[in-house]
């Protein structure tokens, strides 16, 4: 977080009018990368000085944890459940989809300080997907998540994971393929643009890439980028692009061997060797909304 902007847009637009602050950690669209415990008690000074909630996005809080440890000298002796309590005491509360750090496969959780909002997302919850003691879930799943969310923090398979996907990256980059650095947690994230430098903005060259990954080598992977941030004026017709044009390559837990990884990098490397014959595309709809969901293209 960025912490003097975080102050000022705060204040310009009125602490009563903000209803909370919300980190994410680790970043999925930034490249999957930590933020720190300094800068989460920088965030979490601000907000008190204003008098506005924090939460957290906790989805891959783990890998966050574990990031601490490895990277801020002060935590370097604690284990990851202990940094993992020191995050969450910062938050006034969070939200968590159970389907990444807590090995489910399906649900999610939203943990609140404040009786008034735990009365509104119960209420809600009920209306919506099911009583407050499963939620919509089966017990199969519920029971998942309760192992699931202690298994995360074992500090040997966190070890595990993270050199897992740094294999993949540092491959990768001693190859010469454009990537994000330093290698996040789960995913690691191409360099859309200037993998298909021939591309330009306009016909996306990160969603190119994609599509020629998942034709070349059977890799689906998603575009975090011209897609999904992308905005066009209503009036010019002139497009925004943002400032970065990812590919993530999210490595799902306990799933594949070296073997894997070892295909997918040398799948990468070829296809980079032949990268001036990915075409371009253009879309053939795009809903106003979350269009990286349900968009669909065609090649220029």
Known sequence: MDLAALER???EAR????????????????????VSMANLQGARAVCD?????LLLDAARFAENAYFIKLREPAWADKTPREIARAMFALSDGAMMSMKKDAFGNIGGVISINSDGWAEKVRTALILTEG?????????????ALAIGIDEILDEEYLKYRIASTAYVGHHLAAAGVPLLKPIGGHAVYLNGRKFCDHIP????????????LYESIGVRACEIGNVMFGTQDATTGVWTWPALDLVRLAIPRRTYTQSHMDY??????ELYGHRREIRGLRFA???AVLPHFTATFEQV
Not at 18 to 34: A, D, E, K, Y
Not at 49 to 53: A, I, K, L, N, Q
Not at 201 to 212: N, R, T
Not at 264 to 269: A, K, M, P, S
């Open 9 to 11: 847009c705060i204040a």
């Open 15 to 34: 602490p009563e009018r903000v209803p909370f602050v919300l980190i994410t950690v680790t970043n999925n669209s930034g490249g999957g990368q930590p």
């Open 49 to 53: 000085r204003f008098g506005v909630p």
């Open 131 to 143: 009583f407050i003691t499963y939620g919509g879930l089966a017990g199969r799943d519920l029971e």
């Open 201 to 212: 903005d306009e016909q996306l060259p990160g969603w190119a890439l994609s599509v020629a």
């Open 264 to 269: 997918v990098v040398e799948g990468i490397i």
């Open 285 to 287: 709809r795009r809903p």
